[in-house]
């Protein structure tokens, strides 16, 4: 079982950047992913998920409206778009999967990339 994130990189103000997290060893499908990101020195917090139940999806504020998740099926892949990138959402940004159909707290999830990471200058 495994989870790979890719698709980070170096991106000014403004720009966009799609990431991907592909899954090995289990049917993406069957799991609620969450995006989470943390930056040096702070907290890791969650920036979207999306259930394995109904679709339906989460964004905390600070990125409602600039970031999209959505799931390829064929491909076993969440990707996280992110548009209108600022420079606060530079982190290392991971996606973890849940064997729940509901999204949840950090601590809940099951399985976790390795990171890939996001810087975002001026």
């Known amino acids: 079982v495994q989870l790979v994130e890719s698709g980070g990189g170096s991106v000014q103000t403004g720009g966009s950047l799609r990431l991907s997290c592909a899954a090995s060893g289990f049917t993406l499908d069957a799991y609620t992913i969450g995006w989470f990101r943390q930056a040096p020195e702070k907290e890791r917090e969650e920036v979207s998920c999306?259930?394995?139940?109904?679709?339906?999806?989460y964004y905390p504020d600070s990125v409602k409206g600039r970031f999209t998740i959505s799931r390829d099926h064929a491909k076993n892949t969440v990707y996280l778009q992110m548009n209108s990138l600022k420079i606060e959402d530079t982190a290392e940004y991971f996606c973890?999967?849940?064997?729940?159909?509901?999204?949840?707290?950090?601590?809940?999830?099951?399985?976790w990339g390795q990171g890939t990471q996001v810087t975002v200058s001026s």
């Open positions: 999306i259930s394995s139940s109904d679709g339906s999806t």
């Open positions: 973890a999967a849940r064997d729940d159909p509901d999204c949840g707290y950090e601590y809940e999830y099951d399985y």
